[in-house]
């Protein structure tokens, strides 16, 4: 079979054939160095994409904005667990991108409780092939 899915990050992988196939979990993760994602972050908002439509309503659900998600992505990085990589696909068709995710636990101040609670994060994401770009896959409390 010939596979004809296309792979957009900075991984150098083969992604699965189809969606049909589901995501694929790759063995050797984390792909992405922390230093070169945290380098990425620190360039500001122009190189961080929101690239899938669920990671666009799962921000717009928690009302934040891309410097937010950034901020979630660097304290993921730095005070997170890795939890796998994977291969996305942003579209049924395509294209695909190789993810490391990471979960964050950390208090917030929530006002209807009016008090701190533990909040838990759950954010995926990838460098694009050119590596001046993250690509967000996932941005959401975990369930």
């Known amino acids: ?4 899915a296309v792979n957009i990050s900075a991984y150098d992988g083969i992604p699965p054939a189809s969606r049909e196939e589901g995501r694929a979990h790759i063995d050797s993760g984390p792909l992405y160095d922390k230093s070169r994602v945290l380098a990425l972050l620190d360039k500001g908002d122009a190189h961080t994409h929101l690239w899938t439509r669920k990671c666009i309503q799962d921000v717009q659900r928690l009302e934040f904005e891309i410097e937010d998600v950034r901020a979630l992505l660097k304290q993921a990085l730095l005070n ?3 939890v796998n990589s994977e291969w996305c696909v942003q579209k049924p068709t395509g294209p695909w991108a190789a993810c490391d995710s990471y979960f964050l636990a950390r208090m ?3 006002e209807n409780a009016g008090k701190e609670l533990p909040c838990n994060y759950y954010v995926k994401f990838a460098i694009n092939k050119a ?4 690509l967000l896959v996932s941005c959401h409390l975990s369930q």
């Open 1 to 4: 079979m010939v596979n004809n």
């Open 80 to 82: 997170g667990r890795y």
């Open 108 to 110: 917030e101040w929530i």
């Open 131 to 134: 590596g001046k770009l993250l």
